[in-house]
């Protein structure tokens, strides 16, 4: 459906990205791209966030402005995780670790000024991590971040890794997934157990979910739960 100009890739600042299921992400040029929602949506949020995360040196993404449905940020250079995962260029206890040391250094940053925890991505996984050139591994997509318990962060991640480990429709894949959930839990630092069904509402209200996926999260969850209480 397209019920404005801002909707339709064609019409967008430059050559597109990739289109998600909430934003569509365009190149401006070598250091800079856009992404826009596609619906109406309030950014500060995100922004405040990044901009939080990245003055305590946490990597994110440079924010250089954003106005309406349009944030304009910092270019990354270089795979995501999950690419790397796919081209070989990456082990699975290497990705585990990666995931896990993104979660401990995310949850070492100070609260936001007024806020009592500090900030979870409750996104965290292989797509949203890239390995820039420069900068070392950088997570991205912080659409639903906000501020809550670290172990509730590490419990999403750990689900969504299950998701693809409990899906049977690719046997290397699904594989592939298990080994690393094993490998993100023994580095993890803290218990995602207790915070399971939260982890499990979270993921049910994923907007890019289809309905086939919406039925692999509790069985996702009860992965979890076995692979912890080993
Ligand atoms: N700042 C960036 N620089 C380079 N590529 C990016 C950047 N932000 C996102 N991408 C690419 O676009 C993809 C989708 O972006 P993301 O923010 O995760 O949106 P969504 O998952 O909602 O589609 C990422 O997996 C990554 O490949
Ligand atoms: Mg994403």
Wanted: charged share 25%; hydrophobic share 45%; net charge negative.
């Amino acid at each position: 459906m397209r019920s404005s100009e801002a909707t339709d890739p064609d019409a967008g600042p430059g050559p597109v990205l990739t289109v998600g299921s909430t934003a569509v992400i365009y190149l401006l040029d070598d250091e800079r791209v856009v992404r826009r929602y596609r619906e109406q949506h309030d950014l500060s949020r995100e922004v405040e966030i990044m901009r939080h995360l990245g003055a305590h040196g946490f990597p994110v993404p440079e924010v250089f402005a954003a106005h309406g449905l349009d944030l304009e940020m910092e270019r990354l250079h270089g795979p995501t995780l999950l690419q790397s995962l796919a081209a070989g260029e990456t082990g699975i206890p290497e990705a585990g670790h990666l995931l896990a040391d993104l979660h401990r250094r995310l949850h070492a940053v100070p609260p936001p000024p007024g806020e009592r925890d500090g900030v979870v991505h409750l996104a965290l996984h292989p797509a949203n991590v890239i390995l820039s050139e420069r900068h070392g591994p950088v997570l991205v997509d912080w659409e639903v971040a906000r501020t809550g318990p670290a172990a509730l962060d590490v419990a999403v991640t750990a689900v969504i890794i299950a998701e693809v480990a409990v899906d049977e429709d690719d046997v290397e894949y699904s594989k592939a997934a298990r080994a690393l959930l094993a490998a993100f839990l023994t580095a993890a630092d803290d218990d995602p157990v207790p915070h399971l069904a939260q982890a499990v509402r979270i993921r049910g209200e994923d907007p890019s979910l289809v309905p086939g996926e919406t039925a692999l999260v509790e069985p996702a969850a009860e992965l979890v739960r076995h692979f912890c209480t080993l």
